[in-house]
């Protein structure tokens, strides 16, 4: 849920004033990876084109996949993913996996306490193991390498950024909040400098 919505014919400058808050560098270079991509949503065809290759990223990153016409209480039950979901949020969960250790990728939610998608929560709150901050923390964490890997796989990550609210505290904080947090990632090795290809300095 977008907290502040910026209207599309405000987003240019709003992008445009986020951008110039960002050290020129390997972090203008992930934002710009990002505003190359849609604002909006896939829709039909191309949703399921960006939902498959997601799983395909998924699964090369080590995670299992239900079959088909599993019945899911969470996207991540600790066994394996939900595949009947949309491609940003099987990304966020890849993400969520590479950022947990052993031992929280066994558990629902990987530990987090339910999301926005948990059908069990109870069972997602019983196997909370972070408190709140440190969830949150997680959180934002897994949201940013999940978007930038949306980017990489040329699907709507800008859609996620605004979604994500990524450019909330425009005026103050969110320009050095979007470079903490990549930094964290690369300090993390959980993400590399983006390809030449796909931006320019």
């Known amino acids: ?34 505003r190359a991509t849609s604002p909006e949503r896939a829709r039909s065809a191309a949703a399921e084109r960006d939902r498959l290759a997601a799983l395909h990223f998924a699964q090369q990153h080590g995670l299992a996949v239900h079959a088909p016409g599993t019945p899911c209480a969470f996207n991540w039950d600790g066994t394996a993913l939900d595949g009947a979901t949309e491609a940003y949020v099987i990304l966020h969960e890849v993400a969520h996996y590479q950022l947990a250790p052993p031992d929280r990728r066994t558990l629902p939610d990987f530990g987090l306490g339910p999301g926005p998608d948990t059908r069990d929560h109870a069972s997602a709150e019983c196997a ?25 796989l040329g699907q709507p990550a800008l ?12 005026e103050r904080s969110a320009a050095a909040h979007f ?23």
Request: charged content about 20%; overall charge negative; cysteine-free.
């Open 128 to 152: 909370a193991a972070l408190p709140m901050l440190e969830r949150e923390d997680d959180e934002t964490m897994a949201s940013l390498l999940g978007i930038l890997w949306e980017a990489e």
């Open 1 to 34: 849920m977008i907290l502040t919505p910026i209207a599309r014919s405000r987003l240019k400058n709003a992008l445009d004033q986020f951008e110039r808050g960002l050290a020129v560098g390997t972090t203008r270079q992930a934002f710009a990876l990002i």
């Open 159 to 170: 859609a996620s950024f605004l979604d994500q609210n990524w450019l909330e505290g425009l």
């Open 179 to 201: 470079s903490a947090v990549l930094g964290g990632l690369i300090a993390g090795g959980h993400w590399t400098r983006p390809l030449v290809r796909h931006v320019s300095e």
